[in-house]
């Protein structure tokens, strides 16, 4: 990532740019503003970046010697010796001002004529240069479609390639095209190698071409037999023959690591397509690369789950199974969970502990900096990250001061990438718009992953493993740790306090901190908030969600000496006013006030904040002063929280905003307005509105409060014409219609008018009983729906939920759908085969009238995965032909789950009758949880062999299961190849491993064994010999407890008869 420093170093010479590229790299690991002696003057700057980059990049400089250029890099080397003393010169104390002045003239200008001759020198040897290192690169980083079967073990990498093999033999005309997409380092080159191998024997001809990093050369296999490497120009003409030549129609075409579209569609184009028999096959990092192709069809592939990671890290370690148990199992399977299940990572890993069979070595490996220590790691990252553009690597690092599984909320993070002035060249009323396609555009490379919105939480996660990365690149900037370890000569730009850090060990001298993150600190106090206020003078960003500091409003007075301060949050912290002190924030352009259950008031001051952008004060129940109007807020884009004023007078009273001050807001990009029931009906306040002249205006939540039942039916009407008067313009793209009771939906609530609606939440528990849902079915661009409607009657007349739509599918682009506390799902038996083509995710929680899945569901061909909670009629789940995960929560009567073949992932809680779970063959993975002292029947028919188990219960449950000749010893010994056993709390009390048939238990486990004397354990045999085996056991566990109590005393402990 380019630094300011480099950027006006730059700005002010005329040094070589491919000279500078060469040898300032931007893989040096350190900043040259850090360096301890004081900056160089600006017309040596370019020396200085040059010196700088010879001393923090040998490893590659020494790995060019090597080329043929080494004599011309050996001779500029000994040329940078010469500027070292001129950047930095000796301090010449001289009584003579005058005489030092000339001295001064006559060191720069021997400067800048060494500075001329030295720029010649490295553009005469550039070319060379780089001719080397790009054929280096070029010989180095090229794949083969050799298929290595060492490399493609576990389940999850059989279960990819049966997915794909499906989807070639279901092959036909004009659905010929493929893409593999995935994040760096997931396997696609891999599977793509497999399937090549494996279909050798149903395509004619199979050829494998292999694009370039820089997408400039292609290497062409054909078969296993290498037919060269070339420009692209030049190779696509090898190819094309290929494709034209009738012998050749039976072919198999995969194109391995396509960065960008680059010409491929045209040339691709309908001769390609015209064979049924011609099957393209692409591999990509970026879905939307896929999608220029042409290519409709994209398997996403996943990440290796624990289990087939643990396999293949302990396979690629060539450890052996009696190696591979105890407490080096659960440091590795640590590991596989620190690598993020990218198999890149874990193989790396794995090679490197090749001989290494201790616990301590196997946990030094684990405290390692992976990305840090392990080039391989870091360059097959790094491959993705130099093919963003310098604003979105800048976006990337940015979300590496997100603590580790935080989510990283869409409109938070896109906010302070605005306050940081990432997009400050891009005009103010786009900036949100550039920012949001930065942000999904990361996702799209799948280096952030989106998390599931049923929550209503849209955002996304960083794996581990790309945030150490985007750690250890940004480490000359940004720093995420305890304070007190940062050096004296680092001067960090962005900080975030973890590890019990204290904000007080900031050192004093870190003036240049623009942003600073704190994230519920349990350390941060009244005295931390003063040091802030007092110090970092020049932040911009300050994020104190989460933090409990009491009286906060008080400590908040000196909030004015935050000049600088552009992004303000405060959200779930016990602040109750804000200081009048805020109107000194005059760059304050974000205020997050959300969820505070004590905010009562807003000031005066706050209405003067020209440049606020966004206000949020929405969760916030016992706020009832707003003593300013939003008149002079013309920059706000975002409204979170806008309360109606139940007065009817021309000023209201302090308790609200009246629409009309909307009016004027025409950036408007998100709205919510809550407690609309107290706004007035009149016609001349609700005709001041005008939201359909919004075309900025994307999201819209629209909210009452609960119902007063007594006065439902009268406010029902005004309610409704509300409602009415609220019509967005049909940009539209996001709305959320909570607890409305109007006797009917609004007119504008409608296909015909939501064109474009993609996310919809309907919260409507509140609604009439004799309410028809809309015909949502021909809403043609919706993603994501969710409806909770506990008062909507079953035998209601909802046939037209579905709808005529125009393609004869109804929600023909609905990925997810979230239905709670429905009584029945009879409104949606309307839907019909291929319905529904593209639903991944569906939700269910709570629906008294449902005792199987419906038939519609059973036809969903794309979901994959499924959550039902709180179903106490449900007898049967059977017949999804392509789920993959399901959990099942509170379900007092489900009896059989059945003939679901591709489950891989079950989750059982709380479901006392089932009896059996049959028709699963790839089910690998089984979590139970158990409040009874009985393990759950179906569990001890089973039919298939686990993977893995994991069992949360009770203790006495457990105990039962914690020993080979326990009572469930048998059953659990030949249930999986590891079980894994919790206690209710979450504390770990046993594990089993099949390939040992070893048990490793907890303190906690061992002491209720000798105490109960197994009693609890085990049902006592009838016979002597079986009886006197079990006694024999009995001593043997009190003997090792005795022991291993022994073994726990310090060595430096005396006995007392010794003292």
Not at 105 to 130: C, F, H, M, S
Not at 648 to 676: A, C, I, S, T, Y
Not at 707 to 729: G, S, Y
Request: with cysteine; glycine share 6%; charged share 25%.
């Amino acid at each position: 990532m380019a630094t300011p420093l480099t950027s006006s170093s730059s700005s002010r010479t005329t040094f070589s740019s491919s000279s500078f590229q060469i040898l300032a790299s931007p893989s040096s690991p350190r900043r040259l503003g850090y360096l301890s002696r004081p900056p160089p003057p600006p017309e040596l700057m370019p020396i200085a970046v040059a010196a700088g980059a010879s001393h923090f990049d040998r490893r590659r400089r020494c790995r060019i010697y090597w080329g043929p250029a080494s004599a011309s890099l050996l001779s500029v080397d000994e040329g940078r010796k010469t500027p070292k003393t001129l950047i930095f010169p000796r301090d010449e104390r001289n009584a003579s001002s005058v005489c030092r002045c000339c001295r001064e003239v006559g060191v720069r200008y021997k400067a800048a004529n060494d500075i001329q001759e030295l720029n010649k020198k490295l553009e005469r040897i550039t070319p060379t240069l780089l001719q080397e290192l790009c054929r280096e690169d070029r010989q180095s980083n090229i794949t083969t479609p050799q298929h290595d079967e060492f490399i493609t073990i576990g389940r999850n990498i059989a279960n990819e390639c049966d997915n794909l093999f499906r989807l070639l033999r279901g092959n036909q005309a004009g659905q010929c095209l493929f893409a593999i997409v995935g994040a760096v380092g997931v396997g696609k080159t891999t599977l793509a190698q497999k399937i090549y191998h494996d279909t050798k024997n149903n395509f004619r001809t199979r050829l494998w071409v292999h694009v370039s990093n820089d997408s400039r050369n292609l290497g062409i296999w054909r078969g296993e037999s290498f037919l060269g490497t070339g420009e692209t120009a030049v190779q696509r003409v090898v190819l094309h023959e290929y494709l034209i030549n009738d012998r050749y129609r039976r072919l198999l075409l995969v194109i391995d690591n396509v960065w960008e579209e680059n010409g491929w569609n045209q040339f691709l184009g309908q001769d390609f397509c015209r064979g049924g028999d011609t099957v393209l096959l692409v591999t990509t990092r970026h879905e939307c690369v896929a999608r220029t192709m042409g290519i409709a069809r994209c398997h996403r592939i996943r990440r290796l789950s624990e289990d087939d990671g643990w396999l293949l890290l302990r396979t690629t370690a060539n450890l052996r199974e009696t190696e591979a148990t105890g407490n080096i199992q659960d440091v590795g399977r640590r590991i596989v969970q620190k690598c993020s299940g990218l198999p890149v990572a874990v193989r790396t890993i794995g090679y490197h502990l090749r001989g290494k069979t201790l616990e301590d070595e196997w946990e030094s490996v684990y405290l390692e900096d992976f990305v840090a220590t392990y080039p391989e790691i870091r360059n097959s990252i790094d491959a993705s990250y130099m093919k963003l553009s310098y604003r979105l690597k800048r976006c990337f690092l940015y979300c590496s001061l997100y603590p580790e599984g935080n989510v990283i909320e869409k409109q938070c993070i896109m906010q302070q990438w605005i306050a940081e002035g990432f997009f400050s060249e891009v005009p103010l009323q786009v900036q949100e718009e550039e920012a949001e396609r930065c942000y999904q555009e990361l996702i799209d490379r799948c280096l952030l992953l989106p998390e599931d919105e049923a929550h209503g939480v849209t955002g996304a996660k960083m794996l581990n493993l790309f945030r150490s990365f985007a750690i250890y690149r940004s480490q000359d900037e940004n720093y995420v740790s305890n304070p007190r370890n940062i050096g004296r000569n680092f001067k960090p730009w962005r900080l975030c306090v973890t590890n019990g850090g204290r904000v007080e060990d900031i050192p004093d001298d870190a003036t240049s901190l623009r942003s600073l993150f704190l994230f519920g600190s349990p350390q941060i106090n009244g005295k931390s908030l003063e040091f802030i206020f007092s110090k970092l003078t020049s932040l911009r960003v300050l994020d104190l969600r989460h933090t409990q500091v009491d009286n906060i409003s008080t400590y908040l007075k000196k909030l004015h000496k935050l000049k600088q301060l552009r992004y303000l949050n405060l959200s779930n912290t016990r602040i109750s006013s804000i200081p009048a002190s805020i109107g000194s924030s005059t760059m304050l352009q974000f205020l997050i006030l959300k969820n505070c259950p004590l905010l009562e008031s807003l000031p005066r001051c706050v209405g003067h904040l020209k440049k606020l952008r966004s206000l949020d004060i929405s969760g916030t129940p016992m706020l009832n002063v707003i003593q300013f109007n939003l008149l002079e807020l013309t920059e706000l884009n975002c409204l979170q929280g806008f309360v109606p004023t139940t007065s009817v007078q021309q000023n209201n009273n302090g308790d609200g905003w009246k629409f009309e001050e909307v009016r004027p807001l025409g950036n408007l990009r998100n709205l919510q307005m809550v407690k609309l029931e107290r706004a007035s009906s009149s016609r001349g306040d609700l005709g001041q509105l005008n939201l359909h002249e919004k075309p900025n205006l994307k999201e819209l939540e629209l909210c009452c409060s609960s119902a007063d039942p007594q006065n439902r039916d009268r406010d029902a009407e005004h309610i409704k014409a509300v409602f009415e008067a609220l019509k967005p313009a049909q940009c539209l793209v996001s709305l959320k219609i909570a607890n409305y009771y109007g006797d009917q939906f609004p007119s504008w609530f409608s296909n015909s008018h939501l064109t474009v609606l993609q996310r919809l939440t309907l919260d409507l528990d509140d609604c009439l009983p004799s309410w028809d849902l809309p015909p949502l079915g021909q809403m043609m661009n919706l993603k994501f729906l969710k409806i909770t409607a506990s008062n909507l009657l079953p035998d209601a007349n909802n046939r037209q939920l579905r709808g005529e739509p125009r393609n004869g599918k109804a929600f023909p682009r609905l990925e997810q759908l979230v239905l709670g506390k429905m009584e029945s799902l009879a409104p949606w038996s309307v839907l019909q085969e291929g319905d529904l083509p593209l639903l991944r995710v569906f939700h269910l929680d709570g629906c008294s009238q449902l005792n199987s899945i419906p038939s519609w569901l059973q036809s969903c061909s794309k979901l994959t995965s499924m959550k039902i909670k709180n179903i106490d009629t449900l007898q049967e789940i059977a017949s999804l032909p392509s789920l993959k995960e399901l959990e099942v929560h509170n379900s007092g009567r489900l009896q059989i789950v059945l003939n679901i073949r591709r489950l891989e992932d079950l989750t059982i809680s709380d479901c006392p009758v089932l009896a059996a779970v049959d028709g699963v063959p790839l089910l690998c993975s089984v979590h139970i949880k158990e409040q009874s002292a009985q393990l759950p029947q179906w569990l001890q028919q089973k039919s298939f062999v686990l993977r893995r188990l994991d069992i949360i219960g009770t203790e006495v449950l457990l105990d039962r299961c914690s020993s080979p000749i326990a009572q469930y010893g048998s059953i659990i010994q030949a249930a999986a190849e590891h079980v894994y056993a919790k206690l209710v709390d979450g504390s770990f009390y046993f594990s089993y491993n099949k390939s040992t048939s070893s048990f490793q238990r907890s303190r906690r486990c061992i002491e209720r064994l000798t105490v109960d004397g197994l009693h609890n354990n085990a049902v006592p045999p009838d016979n002597w010999r079986a009886w006197m085996v079990y006694t024999l056991y009995a001593i043997l566990v009190i003997a090792s407890s005795f022991l291993f109590s022994g073994l726990l005393r310090p060595m430096d402990e005396t006995p007392q008869h010794l003292q």
